[in-house]
C-alpha cells in the first residue's frame, strides 16, 4: 500500500531504475515546487544519459521474460496494478495536487480515469489475435503474428501527471513491450508513486523505469539508443520536432501528442445552457492547462448576447484558492512563467480592442493564481487567436456563416479537439465531418476515455493512444508465409 500520508513518498529523494530505488549517480537532485504556494514539497534524483542507459539495458532483458509471459499472465499483473491505483486513488489525488495545483476533486478523477487505460488494455492485450489468410499459391498460407516492439520510452507533461503516463506505459506493457518513462520535472511524484504500485502488483524489475533529471541528457540517451525501438511523447511542437529529427539515427517509431488549438463553435440551434455548462468544463477544467482545452470560442451572432450572459454569469461566480481545499472551482497555474504567458495574451488583446468581461488579471491571491477571465472583440491578429493560451481565459468571437466558418477553423497546422453545439442532425454529421481535427466534441465538452483513439492531425501529432487499436503502435506484425502445405487427405 502506497503509505496515505503523500509526504513520506516525496522524503525518498529516488527514483526507479531498473528495478532499484536510487538515487542519482552524481547525488543531485531537482526541488519539486507546489504551485498554490512555492513551498518546496520534495526533491528527485538529477539523473542523466548514464542512469537512463541503465533503465534501457535492464529493459532489453526484461522485455525478453515479459514478452514470454502469457497475455493473460500480463493480465494479471495489470489488473493489479490497476486496482492498487484505485484503491489508493485518495493518496495520489493528494500527491497530484501537492505538485500540480489542480483541484482534489479533479485529481481524484484523474486518478481513476488514469487507471482505467491500465484496465483497458491488460483487457485488450488477451485479444491481440493474429490473422491466417489464403495464399495466392494454393500450397501456402499467410500466417501474421503479432509482437511486442521491444523497449519503449515515454516523455510525459506536467499537466496530467497520472493519465499521459498510463496511456502511454499501459499499452506498451500489456503488449509485452518494456518502457522507460522520463516525467515531467514538475511532477514526477505521481510517476513515481505509479510505479511504486507497479513493482507492489509485480511488474518484474527493469521493465517499467521512471528516470527523473536533466531532460535532455535522458532524452537524448533515449533517442540515440538503438535498443529503445518507439519513443511515446506528449508535450510541446518544439521538443515534439526535436525528437522526430533525433528519431532518424536510429529509425524509431515515435507517437506524439503536441500541441492543440481547439474551436468551440455555438450554433444558433445549440442548446445555450448545454453549451455553456460544456464551455466551463471544457475551458476551467485544470485552469485551462489542457491541450485539448477551448482556446477560440466562436458563437452564432443571433445568439452571442444571450450565451454571453450565460458565460459571463458562470464564470463571475467561480472561485479560486489552493486546490487541496476543496471549496474553490480554480485552483493555481503551475508556475510564474504560466502566469505571464497568459497575462501577456491577456494584455495583448485588451491593447487591440478587447474588452474584459470579467477577470483580466492576476488573482488578488498573489502567486500563481489568475482571474478566470472573459474576453469579447477578439480579431485573427491577438496572440489568444494564433498560440494556446493554456490558462482560465475565453476569448469570444462571432460568426454568422457556417460555411466561413468552417473554413476559418481549419485553416490552421495543428488539429487536436474541436467541439460545436447544435441540435440539427444534418449540421451535426455535415460539420462533424468537415472539421480537420483528430477529435470532435458535439454537444459535448469533454471527450476522453479509455476506449476512444486521443490525438491529433498535421502538426498535432502522430498515432492515436486508447481505443480499440491503441495496441497496435506497441506491436509489429510479423509475416510468416508457410508452404508446403499440398497434398490430400490421407
Ligand atoms: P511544456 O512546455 O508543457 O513543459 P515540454 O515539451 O517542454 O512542454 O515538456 C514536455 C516533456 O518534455 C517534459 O517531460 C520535459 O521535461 C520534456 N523535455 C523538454 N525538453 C526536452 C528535450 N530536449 N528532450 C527530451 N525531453 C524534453
Given at each position: 500500500m502506497l503509505n496515505p500520508e503523500p509526504y513520506n513518498q516525496l522524503l525518498m529523494q529516488r527514483a526507479f531504475v531498473a528495478g532499484e530505488w536510487c538515487a542519482a549517480d552524481s547525488g543531485d537532485t531537482d526541488a519539486v515546487v507546489?504551485?498554490?504556494?512555492?513551498?518546496?514539497i520534495g526533491h528527485v534524483p538529477r539523473m542523466g544519459a548514464d542512469e537512463t542507459t541503465r533503465a534501457i539495458q535492464a529493459a532489453v532483458l526484461a522485455q525478453r521474460a515479459w514478452a514470454a509471459c502469457t497475455p493473460a499472465e500480463r493480465h494479471t499483473v495489470l489488473k493489479r496494478w490497476h486496482a492498487l491505483i484505485v484503491e489508493n486513488a485518495d493518496a495520489l489525488a493528494r500527491l497530484m495536487t501537492l505538485e500540480q495545483g489542480k483541484l482534489l476533486s479533479q485529481s481524484r478523477t484523474e486518478v481513476v480515469y488514469g487507471a482505467s487505460y491500465i484496465e483497458w488494455f491488460a483487457e485488450e492485450a488477451r485479444r491481440a489475435a493474429g490473422d491466417i489468410l489464403p495464399h495466392a499459391q494454393g500450397d501456402k498460407r499467410i500466417l501474421v503474428m503479432r509482437q511486442p516492439i521491444g523497449v519503449t520510452a515515454a516523455i510525459t507533461p506536467w499537466n496530467f501527471p497520472i493519465a499521459t503516463v498510463t496511456r502511454k506505459c499501459a499499452p506498451a506493457l500489456a503488449a509485452g513491450c518494456a518502457q522507460v518513462l522520463k516525467p515531467a520535472p514538475e511532477t514526477p511524484f505521481c510517476a513515481l508513486a505509479l510505479a511504486k504500485l507497479g513493482e507492489e502488483a509485480g511488474l518484474p524489475a527493469g521493465v517499467f523505469s521512471v528516470v527523473t533529471g536533466d531532460a535532455e541528457a535522458i532524452g537524448g540517451a533515449m533517442m540515440a539508443?538503438?535498443?529503445?525501438?518507439l519513443v511515446s511523447f506528449t508535450g510541446s511542437t518544439p521538443v515534439g520536432k526535436l525528437l522526430i529529427e533525433q528519431s532518424a539515427q536510429t529509425v524509431k517509431k515515435l507517437e506524439l501528442e503536441l500541441g492543440g488549438h481547439a474551436p468551440f463553435i455555438v450554433f444558433d440551434d445549440a442548446d445555450l445552457d448545454l453549451a455553456a455548462d460544456q464551455l466551463m468544463a471544457c475551458k476551467f477544467r485544470n485552469m485551462g492547462q489542457v491541450c485539448i482545452a477551448a482556446n477560440k470560442i466562436f458563437v452564432h451572432e443571433d445568439v452571442a448576447t444571450s450565451f454571453l450572459d450565460k458565460l459571463k454569469d458562470r464564470i463571475g461566480a467561480l472561485t479560486t484558492g489552493?486546490?487541496?481545499?476543496?471549496?474553490?472551482d480554480q485552483g493555481p497555474l503551475i508556475n510564474g512563467a504560466a502566469v505571464n504567458k497568459v497575462d501577456r495574451h491577456v494584455r495583448d488583446a485588451a491593447k487591440k480592442g478587447a474588452q474584459v468581461l470579467t477577470g483580466g488579471k492576476a488573482h488578488a491571491l498573489g502567486g500563481n493564481f489568475y482571474e478566470p477571465t472573459l474576453l469579447t472583440?477578439?480579431?485573427?491578429?491577438m496572440l489568444v487567436t494564433q498560440?494556446?493560451?493554456?490558462?482560465?481565459v475565453a476569448p469570444v468571437m462571432t460568426f454568422s456563416s457556417e460555411k466561413a466558418l468552417i473554413e476559418q477553423v481549419n485553416d490552421t497546422q495543428v488539429g487536436l479537439a474541436s467541439y460545436f453545439f447544435s441540435q440539427d442532425i444534418a449540421r451535426v454529421w455535415r460539420v462533424a465531418e468537415a472539421l480537420d481535427y483528430g477529435m470532435v466534441g458535439v454537444n459535448s465538452g469533454v471527450l476522453s476515455a479509455a476506449e476512444a483513439p486521443f490525438g491529433g492531425v498535421k502538426q498535432s501529432g502522430l498515432g492515436r493512444e486508447?481505443?480499440?487499436?491503441?495496441?497496435d503502435a506497441f506491436l509489429e506484425d510479423k509475416y510468416v508465409c508457410l508452404g508446403g502445405l499440398s497434398g490430400d487427405v490421407t
Open positions: 507546489n504551485p498554490a504556494n512555492g513551498d518546496v539508443s538503438e535498443d529503445v525501438r489552493p486546490g487541496d481545499e476543496d471549496a474553490f472583440g477578439i480579431t485573427p491578429d498560440e494556446e493560451t493554456f490558462g482560465p486508447g481505443g480499440a487499436r491503441g495496441l
